[in-house]
C-alpha cells in the first residue's frame, strides 16, 4: 500500500512542484507518525522543497494539501501541521482494498527485481574438535535468519560453513586420537559411537598442554601439520574421520535448532588450500606485499596499531605457512570468481570487526576481487552474559555447552506447556515444549539489537507475556483455536475484510507493514527488527481481541471479516516466525 501511495502522491503533486520550478523531488517519502492523532502517514516535503521552491515551508504544505484533498478516493482528510508537516488520513476503503489484495496474495513477502542479488551468508564456522558453546550460537542462529530473509525477498543465497578444520588444532588432535582411532578400527569397533566430540576436545585440551611443556610433542605435531598440509594420504585419512565425528555432533543440533546448515554448505579453511599460494602471488603481483622480519604482509595507511605504528596484515608467516586472514583473502577470490557473489555478508563476535576491516581493505587495494564492487559487510555481535552480567560461563568457569544449554530450556519449557495445558497428551507436550523451549532460546537472543551483550535468563525467555517466542506463539495459537472452537478450517477460510471499528483498522494498517519489516533486516542485517514488529503485531492483536467479539459478533459480515482479520494476522505471525527459525504450534 506504501507504494502505491507514493506513487500516488508524485503524481498529484508533479504540476504543483513543476509550476514551482522543483525538479528533483523523487526522494518523497511518507512516515508512521508515532502518534495516531496525526494521520496514518505523514509528509515532511514541503519542509525540505520549501527553499528549492523559494516559498515558505507552510504556504507550500497548504498548497500540496490542496492538491492532495482532490483525491478523495484517498484521503478522509488532510491537514498541515506545525511547521509544514502534511498529516494523511486514509479513506477506509483503501485500507480494506489494499489489505483484501494483500490477503489474496499467495507469498507475504514481495520478490526483489530482476532475480535479486547473489549473497553469501558466512555464519556458524565453527571449529572442528572442539564442542559448539554459547558463543557459537549468536553467529549460528543471527545467520540463519539473514539467510532466511534475504532467501524470502528473491535473492539467491549461498550458505557457507567456513570451518576451522585446517591448522595447527587439527595437527595435533590427529596426533593424539590417531592410534585411538587405529585402535578401534583394530578391533572393528564403532568409531561414531567411541569417539565422541567431546573426547576429540578433550584429547585437544590435553595435547595441547603438553605441547607446553614438552617440546617432543610439540616438535611431533609440527610434523603431523607438515605431512597434513603435504597432502600424505594417511593423514588425511584421520582428518577427514575426525571432521566427520565433530560435525556430526554439530549436526544433531542444528537440527535441535531448525538450522538450515547441511553438508553442502561445508566450505572450511582446508577447501582453500591449494589456493593460498596462489592467493598470495596475485596480492604479490599488485606490488603492495612487503617483506617485514621474514614475513610477507600489507600494510595499509588506514590501519595503524596503538602507538600509531603501522598494523599489517600478514599473508605469509616467515616460516612459509598462512593466516587465518590468507584463508579469508582465498576465500573472497573464490566467492567473487567462482560463485559470483555480489554481497558477502560475514557473521561472528564483534572481536573480529578489525579482521574483517582489514581483510576487505586488503581484497579491494591489491585487486582480488572479481566483482570489484561487490558488498561486504561483517555483521558483528555483542556477548551472552550470565546473570551477574559476566559471559556466561558454568559454575566451575567452564564454557556453557550449548546441547545442555537447549537440554535445559526445553525441560523448562516442558513444565510451562504442563502447566498451562495439562489436557495435551503427553506427546504433544513434549513436542511444544520443544517448539517453545528452543523458540524461547532462539528469539531472546534475536530480539536483542546484536551489537549489545544481553543476560541470558530463562525465566524472562519463557515468559508468556512480554517480548519473548512464547508470547508470539501463544498469539498465534490462541487464533488457531478460536477456527476450532467454530469449526472452521483455517487454512481455506476466505472472507472480505472491512472496517467497521478503529481497532480492526489498526490492525489491518499493522498487518499492511510487514514487508518493511522484512526488507529492513536484509538491509541492516538486523533480526530484532522483524521480532519488535511482530511484538507490536501480537500487541495489536489482543488489543483487536479485546474490543472486537469475533464469534459472538452477530453482524455476519463483520464477524466473517473478523476472521479474515484473524486468520491473517496468524499467517503473519507464522511467516515472521519462520522467518526467525521458529515454529509456530496450533496449540499450545
Ligand atoms: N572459525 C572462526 C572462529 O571460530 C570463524 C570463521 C568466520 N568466517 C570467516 N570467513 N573468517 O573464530
Redesign the pocket.
Known amino acids: 500500500m506504501k507504494k502505491r501511495l507514493i506513487t500516488l502522491i508524485h503524481q498529484n503533486l508533479a504540476g504543483l512542484f513543476a509550476r514551482y520550478g522543483i525538479e528533483d523531488y523523487s526522494f518523497i517519502d511518507v512516515q508512521v507518525p508515532p502518534d495516531k492523532a496525526n494521520g496514518d502517514f505523514s509528509l515532511n516535503a514541503a519542509m525540505k522543497l520549501a527553499k528549492a521552491a523559494k516559498c515558505a515551508p507552510q504556504k507550500l504544505a497548504a498548497e500540496m494539501v490542496a492538491s492532495l484533498e482532490t483525491e478523495k478516493d484517498w484521503f478522509a482528510r488532510v491537514e498541515v501541521a506545525g511547521p509544514g508537516f502534511i498529516n494523511l488520513f486514509l479513506a477506509n476503503n483503501v485500507i480494506e482494498d489494499s489489505f483484501n489484495k494483500l490477503v489474496a496474495q499467495k507469498d507475504l513477502v514481495e520478490q526483489a527485481a530482476a532475480g535479486g542479488e547473489a549473497t553469501i551468508i ?1 555464519y556458524s ?3 572442528i574438535a572442539k564442542q559448539m558453546h554459547v558463543g557459537h550460537l549468536r553467529s549460528t542462529i543471527i545467520g540463519d535468519v539473514l539467510a532466511r530473509v534475504i532467501e524470502a525477498l528473491g535473492n539467491p543465497v549461498v550458505r557457507q560453513n ?3 578444520d585446517w591448522g595447527l588444532p587439527m595437527a595435533m588432535v590427529i596426533w593424539k586420537a590417531g592410534p585411538e582411532i587405529a585402535a578401534i578400527e583394530q578391533r572393528k569397533g564403532d568409531l561414531a559411537r567411541e569417539l565422541t566430540l567431546a573426547r576429540l576436545e578433550e584429547l585437544y585440551k590435553g595435547v595441547s598442554a603438553e605441547c607446553k611443556d614438552n617440546p617432543a610433542t610439540a616438535a611431533a605435531c609440527a610434523e603431523c601439520l607438515v605431512r597434513l598440509q603435504n597432502g600424505d594420504s594417511q593423514m588425511l585419512d584421520l582428518w577427514h574421520k575426525i571432521v566427520r565425528i565433530s560435525m556430526a555432533e554439530v549436526y544433531r543440533i542444528y537440527r535441535l535448532l531448525d538450522v538450515k546448515l547441511v553438508e553442502e554448505n561445508e566450505c572450511g579453511e582446508s577447501f582453500y588450500r591449494d589456493m593460498l599460494a596462489e592467493t598470495v602471488a596475485e596480492i604479490d603481483k599488485s606490488g603492495k606485499m612487503v617483506e617485514s622480519q621474514g614475513a610477507r604482509c600489507v600494510f595499509l595507511d588506514e590501519f595503524k596499531g596503538k602507538d600509531g605504528s603501522p598494523l599489517p596484515v600478514i599473508v605469509q608467516k616467515t616460516d612459509g605457512a598462512f593466516n ?1 586472514g590468507t ?2 583473502l582465498a ?1 573472497l577470490r573464490y566467492r567473487t570468481a567462482k560463485l559470483k557473489a555480489q554481497r558477502i555478508v ?1 557473521v ?1 563476535d564483534a572481536r ?1 570487526a578489525l579482521h574483517f576491516k582489514q581483510i576487505f581493505a586488503v581484497a579491494r587495494a591489491v585487486g582480488i576481487l572479481a566483482l570489484p564492487d561487490v558488498k561486504l559487510e561483517h555483521v558483528p555481535f555483542g556477548t551472552i552474559l550470565g546473570e551477574d552480567n559476566k559471559p556466561l560461563k558454568t559454575r566451575s568457569g567452564e564454557n556453557v555447552k550449548l546441547a545442555e544449554l537447549l537440554d535445559e530450556a526445553i525441560e523448562r519449557a516442558y513444565q510451562v506447556v504442563k502447566e498451562k495445558n495439562p489436557g495435551l497428551s503427553e506427546e504433544r507436550k513434549k513436542e511444544v515444549a520443544r517448539i517453545v523451549g528452543i523458540g524461547a532460546v532462539k528469539y531472546a537472543d534475536l530480539s536483542q539489537n546484536r551489537n549489545n551483550d544481553y543476560v541470558f535468563s530463562f525465566d524472562r525467555m519463557l515468559a508468556l507475556n512480554g517480548n519473548t517466542a512464547p508470547y508470539l506463539q501463544y498469539a498465534h495459537a490462541r487464533i488457531c483455536s478460536i477456527f476450532r472452537k467454530a469449526g472452521l478450517d483455517i487454512d481455506a477460510f476466505a472472507a472480505a475484510a472491512v472496517v467497521s471499528q478503529v481497532e480492526e483498522r489498526d490492525l489491518m494498517m499493522k498487518l499492511m507493514e510487514f514487508n518493511q519489516a522484512v526488507v529492513a533486516v536484509a538491509i541492516e542485517l538486523r533480526p530484532h527488527i522483524l521480532c519488535n514488529y511482530l511484538y507490536e503485531l501480537a500487541a495489536c492483536f489482543s488489543s483487536f481481541y479485546d474490543k472486537c467479539p469475533v464469534l459472538s459478533c452477530e453482524d455476519a459480515k463483520v464477524r466473517d471479516s473478523r476472521l479474515a482479520i484473524s486468520n491473517f494476522t496468524r499467517r503473519t505471525l507464522a511467516k515472521g516466525l519462520e522467518l526467525l527459525g521458529i515454529s509456530a504450534p496450533r496449540e499450545m
Do not use: E, K, P
Open positions: 558466512d564456522s565453527v571449529n567456513h570451518l576451522g587465518y584463508f579469508d576465500a560475514y561472528t573480529q
